[in-house]
């Protein structure tokens, strides 16, 4: 019987893939000698021969026959002694092309858009046919995913702590670290561990309910911790934070925006001290001042910006010292009470585009300027076709909006423009997890589990259906060409069709 294999390249290892799931791991060997070694030997070898050490076997991905890969197989079957360069040369090039992992260092991903661009992801899976792998989760938690280099971030409460855990690209818990006590949700679909860590390749950085957030080494070991909530004010929000910090050059950078004192504050990334902290307060109806949305570092002109968004005012502000660069308001003129900012911005081309008002009407704001930008940058506002919870996606000028009840809206950044429109199936159940397009598809993660595929192109159509019965809150993130979704008990890894 031919052996099927499949090889795929990942920035730091090449992943062999053999149908019986079979895991490699790590090994030492200069030489490539296999008459009387098995397949789990043979591949370590090779790992650690061409430079990838950490060659392993996977199963649940898309196979290849013996004959695709020739001269690999005659390595693998028969045994040569030599380098493996030739072999790889010798490789078809869809083959050597196959779709690294890429990095996806925050919530919405390296462009904060919640985008990526090609790739072919999975439409259709269920329990029994294209989940990879799971992982089991210890406590409920919201966050999504940050990935780098493979390895797999994320927040959840363990034994009433704060925690930190990391995985490999094959679900397999690397480290855990524990920080102080849980402050546990409010929300049916809320948690202690809401927003996402943030990583710049060298450290982590994770915030908490209870006003914790701490800095990390990719390894687990803990750099720094403070307490926001001892130097800051107590949390005033109604429902259970989800701000996510954000890194500058230099800096964390993180939003407290509530009732009582609210701030912006930057913390040096090594050392965890305050660089700077300044207030940001404005004068709002009742719950309008309360912000769950997460800043967002941006460059204009050349320099570096950092963008928030509550209070009823987008703000830009320099991260050297916090200094208000331009500011942005008149999204609530009528004053309406419980306006809180939910949904974060999205910024596509020179347009950032704000959704609120709990979804009713969605603005699109240029950037640049300095001062009171009110009347000068507002390009366009629309209504009814906003969302309350979901931050919207953004790709190629056009930005997806998925409503609360499951509506999609694509629409033109430039001028707010709708270009089309479509439906998803109807259910007492909501959406919380902002969309993620990607391989020219939309996923729509619904609370109860269910995650839809639809084209992410006009004429709008459903692609796929799948129920992952696990409850989703975060967002999708891609790697490879696979996908990863954070369920409230398990971490989730689909591929395949």
């Not at 493979?150 to 855990?176: C, H, M, Q």
Request: hydrophobic share 40%; aromatic share 10%.
């Amino acid at each position: 019987m031919a052996l099927r294999w499949m090889i795929t390249f990942e920035p730091d290892r090449l992943l062999l893939v053999d149908p019986e799931g079979e895991e490699g791991a790590l090994a030492d060997g200069r030489r490539l000698d296999y008459r009387r070694r098995t397949m789990k030997e043979r591949a370590r070898r090779i790992g650690k021969t061409i430079g990838f050490p950490g060659l392993m076997f996977h199963s649940g991905r898309r196979p290849f026959t013996a004959s695709t890969f020739g001269w690999l197989m005659v390595l693998l079957g028969l045994g040569v002694s030599g380098a493996l360069s030739p072999v790889l040369a010798a490789l078809p090039a869809s083959a050597a092309n196959a779709r690294p992992l890429v990095n996806w260092p925050r919530w919405r991903g390296p462009n904060d858009n919640g985008s990526i661009e090609g790739g072919t992801y999975p439409v259709k899976w269920d329990p029994t046919n294209g989940i990879l792998w799971s992982a089991p989760l210890p406590g409920k938690g919201c966050s999504t995913p940050a990935v780098w280099n493979g390895r797999i971030f994320l927040t959840a409460p363990s034994e009433g702590r704060n925690a930190v855990l990391a995985f490999d690209s094959l679900g397999k818990r690397l480290w855990l670290s524990a920080f102080g006590p849980e402050s546990p949700g409010k929300h049916k679909n809320g948690s202690g561990s809401n927003p996402s860590p943030s990583t710049d390749g060298q450290g982590l950085f994770v915030y908490f309910r209870s006003g914790e957030m701490a800095a990390l080494d990719l390894d687990g070991h803990p750099r720094w911790t403070t307490n926001l909530s001892v130097g800051f004010g107590p949390d005033t929000l109604f429902w259970d934070i989800g701000t996510t910090p954000v890194l500058t050059e230099k800096d964390v950078v993180i939003a407290l925006l509530r009732s009582g004192q609210s701030w912006v504050a930057a913390f040096d990334k090594l050392t965890g001290a305050l660089h700077w902290r300044v207030p940001r307060q404005y004068p709002n109806p009742v719950e309008g001042d309360h912000s769950y949305a997460s800043p967002m570092t941006i460059r204009q002109q050349g320099k570096e910006l950092v963008l928030v968004w509550g209070g009823a005012h987008l703000t830009a502000h320099d991260p050297a010292g916090g200094r208000t660069v331009w500011d942005c308001g008149e999204f609530n003129p009528e004053a309406t009470s419980y306006w809180p900012a939910v949904a974060s911005f999205v910024v596509a081309g020179d347009v950032v585009v704000v959704p609120y008002g709990r979804g009713e009407v969605v603005h699109g704001i240029r950037l640049g300027g300095t001062g009171d930008v009110t009347a000068t940058h507002r390009a366009w506002m629309q209504k009814g076709i906003g969302s309350f919870v979901p931050t919207p996606a953004a790709s190629q000028g056009r930005v997806y909006l998925l409503r609360d009840g499951g509506e999609i809206v694509c629409a033109a950044a430039a001028d707010g423009a709708v270009l089309w429109k479509g439906a998803l199936p109807k259910s007492a159940n909501k959406f919380y997890a902002s969309p993620l397009v990607a391989g020219g598809n939309l996923y729509a993660c619904r609370e109860d589990g269910v995650v839809f595929v639809t084209r992410a192109e006009a004429p709008f159509a459903l692609l796929g259906q799948n129920d992952l019965q696990d409850r989703l809150v975060a967002s999708p993130v891609p790697q490879g060409d696979r996908l990863l979704f954070r369920g409230e008990k398990q971490l989730y890894c689909v591929g395949g069709r």
